[in-house]
């Protein structure tokens, strides 16, 4: 029987309680799908500061790296915020990503049908069905380039600059249309390659890479366009493979059309396909402790680990379907509208899992 050892990295806040439903989760699929996962936990963040007094120890990454994939809750709060930068959590979070070598940040953006009307966009915009993924450059581009300030006679100036090699305008592709390949076969590689250089070259080495790709269509956005298709016509796009600034913004107004943070899965991938997967909202202090938060985007990170890291797509398939259909009975109370059952956090993992013991 296949066996996966998962680094879990709980985190601060809300994180130690979604994570534990994850796990449960993962838990009942495992067995329904006949493999084992083996759990490693490790600190991170604020829990690492109280315990070690620095926020990503040594140990953490070497538990990461043997791992076949990381699953990580949220770190932060502000019982840390007064601490030193590099004591924050949020070096921990930057240092582990470093540490792993993701250089790919995948943020799928869907609308589960029974929470249609949570979305900011409407119903006839959104049309028949919407499920994209925005893969962004992460470890490149203007970000990382060379920056500075100057004085040209007597004024000040300041500059950033973006720079992309065809090797890592190469590898991000390679994943974009590698998932392409798991899901409807479109890649739109994002860019201003009107204006910018740097985006000439990416999309030369774009149009390369995809003739390794027969099967995927690619075709070509200006982001300023592809800004504005979001919230006209969403439904035209499977993947969206853009850099690491355009993605920065173009990831949060696709993931933000489903209309609740506490839904919104993410993965960061790098050479080695481990991964590391993780919600992308924050540790919530304002509720942590409570079990009322909602568990749902942690438990669809651990669907995108299963099909994207784990080669288990039925798996993941299993969980996705699981937690559409629980959004027409029960609701935690971030997404909680009248007509349905309010549940807690751990309510709703268990609803997740009855639900695949069905299957
Ligand atoms: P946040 O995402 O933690 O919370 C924003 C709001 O959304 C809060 O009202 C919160 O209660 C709610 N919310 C978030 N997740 C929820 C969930 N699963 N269920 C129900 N409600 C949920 O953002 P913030 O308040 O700006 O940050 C809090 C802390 O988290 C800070 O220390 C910040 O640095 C950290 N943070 C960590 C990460 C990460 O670990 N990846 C990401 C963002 C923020």
Known sequence: MKNYRIAVLKGDGIGPEI????????????EKCGFTVEYDEALLGGCAIDATGVPLPDETIAKCKAADSTLLGAVGGPKWDSMPGNLRPEKGLLGIRAALGLFANLRPARI???LRDASPLRADIIGGSLDIMVV??????????????LEENGVKAAYDTEKYSVPEIERIARIAFDLA???GKKVCSVDKANVLESSRLWRETVTEIAKDYPEVELSY??????????VRNPSQFDVILTSNIFGDILSDEA????????MLASASLGETGAGLYEPIHGSAPDIAGQNISNPLA???SVAMMLKYSLGQP?????????VAEVLNEVRTPDIYVEGFRKVSCSEMGDAVCERIKLY
Do not use: H, W
Request: proline share 2%; hydrophobic share 40%; charged share 25%.
């Open 255 to 262: 993931s933000m059309i489903s209309g609740s943070i506490g």
């Open 181 to 183: 390949m798991k899901r």
């Open 298 to 300: 942690t438990i669809l």
């Open 112 to 114: 589960f049908e029974p």
């Open 314 to 322: 039925e798996a993941s398939d299993m969980i996705e379907k699981a």
């Open 221 to 230: 956005m200006y982001v300023d366009n592809c800004a504005m298709q979001l």
């Open 136 to 149: 962004r450059e992460l470890t490149g581009g203007i970000y990382f380039g060379e920056r500075g300030r």
């Open 19 to 30: 994570v534990n439903e994850a796990i449960k989760v993962l838990n009942v699929t495992a």
